[in-house]
């Protein structure tokens, strides 16, 4: 019998997303992109046959962990259980390491890559995060170029969406002190 993946829809202080999952974990997330029917259709080239349905409990709590995060908690998303079949293997390891990036911290694709064991990596690292399914549970937004610039973001919205998160967890970056630092 096949596995059914499902979806859901749930509101975030950053706009509407949609979660995917199955019976291992979470799919995918979509964040959201310039209206709901893009990032369905989105969502159904990248999860076909993938249909809505109620969360599951498991699911339920990871939708309430990801709106408190986008609603500025500092919100570790590291015990959200991941469905990685099909994921290649370094993609996996990057997406493990990217887990440990805790809310409001930022670290640069060379400086993961070395934690991986290959600091010469920075740009595979960067691919990895390019095809990141999980994006936000898999933090790749807390990943910069070196010396602090934002790099890109694949995601809708691209850097733009990446600088909002980055926001959002109050991060620090670049050697500048965040918004949210005192003067």
């Not at 096949?2 to 979660?19: K, M, N, Q, R, V």
């Amino acid at each position: 019998m096949a596995e059914s993946i499902h979806y859901a829809w749930f509101d975030t202080p950053l706009g509407g997303c949609a979660i995917v999952w199955g019976d291992a974990g979470v799919r995918g997330l979509m964040l959201p992109g310039a209206d709901r029917a893009r990032t369905l259709a989105s969502l159904r080239r990248r999860h076909p046959g993938a249909s809505e349905g109620a969360p599951t409990p498991a699911i339920a709590a990871a939708i309430a962990a990801l709106h408190a995060l986008l609603a500025g908690a500092p919100e570790s998303l590291a015990g959200i259980a991941l469905d990685l079949r099909g994921v290649p293997d370094f993609h996996r390891r990057v997406y493990e390491a990217a887990r440990h990036i805790l809310p409001g911290r930022t670290c640069t694709y060379g400086e993961l890559a070395e934690t991986l064991g290959d600091a010469g990596a920075a740009r595979a690292v960067g691919q990895a995060l390019g095809a990141n399914p999980f994006a936000i549970i898999v933090p790749c937004h807390r990943v910069l170029a070196a010396g602090g610039a934002s790099g890109g973001f694949s995601a809708p919205g691209g850097v733009a969406t990446k600088l909002r998160l980055l926001e959002i967890e109050r991060a620090r970056f670049g050697g500048q002190p965040s918004l949210f630092d005192a003067s």
